[in-house]
């Protein structure tokens, strides 16, 4: 299932979970093990979900295992994974090589980069290059794409982005289209030659007020060893105001992408306070979430350069993961292929000429044609 209107819908996917070079490379072991190895210390820190029967604990240096993520993804309608790139020695290594061969024009891999500390260098563009080159490239505008996480460490946005294509065109790439982790444009990263920016993540991004869970009366509870004290030092928010703090008047903040998710809970890596949770989630809120950011991209971003990005395939660690658990089966992949199946239908009613501010009008051509495909599908004898 593809989405009209060349939607994209891409995934950050941790290809860690391997015994490949990748896996030994970042502690070896189990990568199972190592995710889900936490324990909830915390009263309302929901424990970690476990992976379902349809793809269990793959092993991705395994082709088959590989092949099979991949088409599960393909069949809920996922266009390519973004796949972090993690600096080993003077390299970088990114797992692709486990997926590329299930990759193809409709399925491609995009890669996510935390630029080390200090001024990039020559070198260390080159062996990023190095690491993203000769995959089945997913491409917008044409163009490799590259989400540069964390952008406001550059000390120089406008020399590295300058930097990275120049090392682009080294490596034979024909472009980069590059993305900065920002909420808006404002903080000058299009000015610094970035393509576009993207939402970020709940713990980078805090987009909505924490919920109203703590008052005086839980206070007091919490010094009386009746309540969790834990409250205090987290933040939580509603799904519900975080879903509309993210889609609520997004035109005015320029060119960003949206990032989509049903959950999130970093306490594994904050056990002892300082986490971000999102709080009374829900599947069918978190589709509407998607095919809202699907209506949106295709109203206001040029063709070639409509993506969304689901926040996570299979961030485990962080509860973010999309893939069928054992406690939810497929329910929350069978609600991705419904919002992106509803998201590509609206868009495709409402489409026009992307203009940033105004909703285009409904293009009764492209209905038309949607329409004579049905017809024609159920023409045809069983």
Known sequence: MIPP??????AFFDARFQSGPLGQAVGGGDPWARAL???PARRHHSPLLQPGKALGRYDLADAASAGRV???ARATGIGGFVLDCHRVGDQYLTGAECLDAWCDDDFGLAFRWTPPAGPATAADAAALMAAITGFSPLLADGRQVLVVNEPYRLA?????VALLRRAADAAGLDGLYLVATAAEA???????????LLDPGPAQWRSCKPAELLNGYTLLQAEAGQADGGMFDDTIMTYAHFVNSRMVDRPSRGKVLPRVMLD??????HPQGGATLLASTSP??????LAGALTYVAQHFPETERLVFIDSW???RQRSQIEPTTQFGSTVLDETANGIRQGGYVALTRVGEPTPGRSPGVDHDAIAALCRQIEEGLSVPA
């Open 186 to 196: 404002r903080g000058g990263l299009l000015d610094a030659g970035f393509d576009a």
């Open 156 to 160: 120089d946005p406008a020399g590295t």
């Open 284 to 289: 069918t809120l978190y589709r509407r979430f």
């Open 5 to 10: 209107l060349s939607l994209r819908v891409l």
């Open 264 to 269: 999130y809970a970093d306490w594994p890596d």
């Open 70 to 72: 991949v088409a599960v």
């Open 37 to 39: 190895d936490a324990y």
């Open 314 to 316: 299979n961030h485990w």
